[in-house]
């Protein structure tokens, strides 16, 4: 059976698998057992795991922590570098889940966890009591990692690993850079948020440069020697751009060894580069607040079990989305939706005095290698029958000559469905 049908079979034959989705959910839903659920973290994962708690169990008290009035997503955000979308677009209010829901949001950062309190401590002092906290604060960047590239180097040598300013910066270098300029992205090592996305993002900007600015170069300067979906890719860029888009394995050029913000170059161990842009895309880690409340581990990620998504440090704590370690799933949006759908049923069964169940979980991810093209990656995830943890159950990717045309309305499709099961418009 090929990729694609094989995962369409594993979902129809998976009952629970689809109600995740969102599709049902109706024998999940409990009314006993009642509890405080604190999420922190107003992204994909903990946005997500707010509306199926509540979902799930309408007697539930909810309470999302997020210090932004409205979330910045960086699905879509390569587009906006590339001009093809405005920034607005991005935007994702939590006005549904407060009103629909009736979930309660407080606008505010969670300064630390006080684990044997049971409180999470905001950054003025107030305490936000809970008998469960889920957890989803997204990614830190190793700052020490690169030498010469840190939180200050980054103002003037974006990420825009994090949708906002450092978006709106780098989209400002490539618009005002000469034709004839070379771009250079650098590629972090696995693992990392969204392992596709740095070659969507040299997908688009070539597809802006060869419009705009056509005698320039694209570098992809990769810490690893392979990346995700590199077949479609590499055949995308060869098709719409020629040689516009280079990538440099790092059995070609070795180690990332410095970088000089100022002067604007990067040493490998074998060469040197002075781009016109630089887009440093840095090692990460956990999101800060994990780290700081114990949850991590050496690999600077937090372990979890994963059918419950509970710390093993803490079993009032689940941490779910790209801070978790939950491979082989990728560090995605979709991931995160999945993984805090598993969560709330999880909460919600254990708050009731019940165990939790054993889904599947689910990632497919597009991405844009030009406006009305994208390819996709798919992967379906259950727990070994040998140790427990996760698997792949199922996995498959478009072909180098897939239908791109087709994939892309499946990608505006799929936003459109997405939103609206992660913040209920
Ligand atoms: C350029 C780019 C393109 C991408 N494209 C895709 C795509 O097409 N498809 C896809 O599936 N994924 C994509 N991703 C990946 C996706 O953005 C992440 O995997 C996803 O956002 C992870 O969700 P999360 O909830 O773990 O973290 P986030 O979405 O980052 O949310 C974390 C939230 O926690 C909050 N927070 C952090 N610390 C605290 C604290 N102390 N107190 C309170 N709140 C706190 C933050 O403000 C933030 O709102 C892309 C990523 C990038 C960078």
Known sequence: ??????????????????????????????????GR????????????????????????????????????????????????????????????????LDIKTVNAQVARLDRSRRRAVLTDGAEVPYDRLVLSPGIDFRWDAIEGYDEAASRTVPHAWRAGPQTALLTRQIRTMSDGGVVLITAPPNPYRCPPGPYERASLI??????????????????????????????????LYGDMVEWISSEKQGRLERIDAVARTVETEFDAFRPDVLNVIPPQKAGALAETSGLTDASGWCPIDPVTFASP?????????????????????????????????AVVASLAGEPP???????????????????SITGVYGYSRNDGQLETRSAGETSPHGDRLREAIYARAWQRNFRTDVFGY
């Open 37 to 100: 659920v604190v999420v922190v973290g107003g992204g994909y994962g903990g946005a997500t795991a707010a509306r199926y708690l509540k979902l799930m169990n309408p007697d539930l008290t909810v309470t999302l922590i997020e210090p932004r009035d409205s979330y910045l997503s960086c699905p879509g955000s390569n587009e906006t570098v590339a001009g093809l979308k405005d920034m607005s677009t991005l935007v994702r209010s939590y006005d549904s889940l407060r009103r629909e």
């Open 313 to 345: 440090y803490d079993s009032a704590i689940h941490i779910i989305g790209d801070a978790c370690r939950a491979a082989p799933m990728p560090k995605s949006a979709f991931s995160a939706n999945s993984q805090a759908k598993v969560c709330a049923a």
């Open 1 to 34: 059976m090929n990729p694609r049908r094989r995962f369409l079979h594993l979902l129809a034959g998976c009952g629970f698998g689809w109600g995740l989705c969102g599709c049902t959910f109706g024998r999940f839903v409990r009314r006993n057992g009642s």
């Open 357 to 375: 169940p054993q889904p599947l979980l689910i990632n497919h991810c597009y991405s844009f290698v030009a406006p009305d093209e994208a390819i």
């Open 206 to 239: 070539a597809c802006y440069l060869k419009k705009h600015k056509p005698r320039s170069k694209i570098l992809i300067l990769d810490a690893k020697t392979r990346f995700s979906k590199q077949p479609a890719f590499e055949q995308a860029w060869r098709e």
